[in-house]
Structures are given as structure tokens and as C-alpha cells.
T-cell receptor, first 116, second 115 residues
Framework: AQKVTQAQTEISVVEKEDVTLDCVYETRDTTYYLFWYKQPPSGELVFLIRRNSFDEQNEISGRYSWNFQKSTSSFNFTITASQVVDSAVYFCALSEGGRGGNKLTFGTGTQLKVEL | DAGVIQSPRHEVTEMGQEVTLRCKPI?????LFWYRQTMMRGLELLIYFNNNVPIDDSGMPEDRFSAKMPNASFSTLKIQPSEPRDSAVYFC?????????????FGSGTQLSVL
């Protein structure tokens, strides 16, 4: 069975600090996909990024970057120079590439609070 | 383009009443998902459909919950009878196909409170 663990329940930082959100996953599949979603206070779930299990290249998008390491089954998310607008709950999720389709298994989320 | 549309946004009902949540997926999307979010259990997949057919309903809590997708543009999640422990935010999501690589597009959710 697949599982996603986000050990950090809540993180508080001061604006402009860098922050890393951890994600560790478990799966028996060799083909799988990892996702990060953001849930701002308004409640909707917003897609941030997707990686497949064959692509370990790190990715940077503006202030956001992702570090995927199969050796440690981790897919960590870093926000550089955090801003108050980054305050949200961030979810890591996993879908397996086989017959399971794209049903997502979510971690429990990390609440990020960015203060002035 | 319209996203996934859920209604109502908020529902307050009394224990024992029937509750129906509605979802209109993005046009052209073939997969539809119902998730429930609670503080205790986080985001749980309840059921998902491919081409209007239920594929996996193993997450449906019990017989009080049922979901239908009569056509490609509409789905319902029904709780009968409702109980206070059903209070949660219910999300509907859709994706173009059921392939594992695809992201899900989520609706704004229905906040359900059962008193």
C-alpha cells in the first residue's frame, strides 16, 4: 500500500526566511507520480508540481524548488525568501502508475505560517 | 474556462437528515473523484469514477454513503442518514483521463455540518 508522510505538522517562519517542507513516501510500484498541492486559507486545493519516478532532476520555479531523491524516498519542497502570501497548508501526494489510476494518496499536510 | 463546480458551498443539517452534494466536473474530463477532509483523518479518497463508472469505492465509509455519476457532467454524493461525524469538507475533483501522471483539478469544496 502507498503512504505519504509529512512529519512537520506546523512551521512558523519570519518573512524572507527560507523554509523546507519534508515529504517521505512509500510505494511498491516502480512507476509513480509525486505531487505538491497548496491549500490557502480560502480552502481550495491548488496544484503546484508533479514529478514522475523516472525524473530525479530538481526543479525550480521562481521562489519554489523541489528536491526529489529516490534513494531516500523523499520529495521535499523549499520556499526561498518566504512571504506572508505563502501561508497555507501544503500537501504532498502520491499516485501509482499502474491500475490504480491517478487516485491520489495525500500526506497529512504541513501548515506553514509566515509572519512579518 | 469553468473549473470544477460544487454545490452547495455550505450545508448545515440535523442528524438523520439526507444530504446531497453535487459536482460538475470540467468539461471533457473523464475521471471524477470525491474526497473528504477532516482534521483527524486529513484528505481521504471516498470514491472515483472513470467514464461515469465507479472504479474504486473502497474509501466510502459505510452504507450511509452513496455516489452516482449519471452522465459525464454531473455527480452526486449522498449521505442518508447523516450523522455528526460526517461533518467535514467534501471535495470533488476531475482529471482528463485516469492515468497516474495526471493532476487533479479540485472544486472549492462543500463544508458540511451535521448537528
Amino acid at each position: 500500500a502507498q503512504k505519504v508522510t509529512q512529519a512537520q505538522t506546523e512551521i512558523s517562519v519570519v518573512e524572507k526566511e527560507d523554509v523546507t517542507l519534508d515529504c517521505v513516501y512509500e510505494t511498491r510500484d516502480t512507476t509513480y507520480y509525486l505531487f505538491w498541492y497548496k491549500q490557502p486559507p480560502s480552502g481550495e486545493l491548488v496544484f503546484l508540481i508533479r514529478r514522475n519516478s523516472f525524473d530525479e532532476q530538481n526543479e525550480i520555479s521562481g521562489r519554489y524548488s523541489w528536491n526529489f531523491q529516490k534513494s531516500t524516498s523523499s520529495f521535499n519542497f523549499t520556499i526561498t525568501a518566504s512571504q506572508v502570501v505563502d501561508s497555507a497548508v501544503y500537501f504532498c501526494a502520491l499516485s501509482e502508475g499502474g491500475r490504480g489510476g491517478n487516485k491520489l494518496t495525500f500526506g497529512t499536510g504541513t501548515q506553514l505560517k509566515v509572519e512579518l | 474556462d469553468a473549473g470544477v463546480i460544487q454545490s452547495p458551498r455550505h450545508e448545515v443539517t440535523e442528524m438523520g437528515q439526507e444530504v446531497t452534494l453535487r459536482c460538475k466536473p470540467i468539461s471533457g474530463h473523464n475521471s471524477l473523484f470525491w474526497y473528504r477532509q477532516t482534521m483527524m483523518r486529513g484528505l481521504e479518497l471516498l470514491i472515483y469514477f472513470n467514464n461515469n463508472v465507479p472504479i474504486d469505492d473502497s474509501g466510502m465509509p459505510e452504507d450511509r454513503f452513496s455516489a452516482k455519476m449519471p452522465n459525464a457532467s454531473f455527480s452526486t454524493l449522498k449521505i442518508q442518514p447523516s450523522e455528526p461525524r460526517d461533518s467535514a469538507v467534501y471535495f470533488c475533483a476531475s482529471s482528463p483521463t485516469g492515468q497516474g501522471r495526471e493532476k487533479l483539478f479540485f472544486g472549492s469544496g462543500t463544508q458540511l455540518s451535521v448537528l
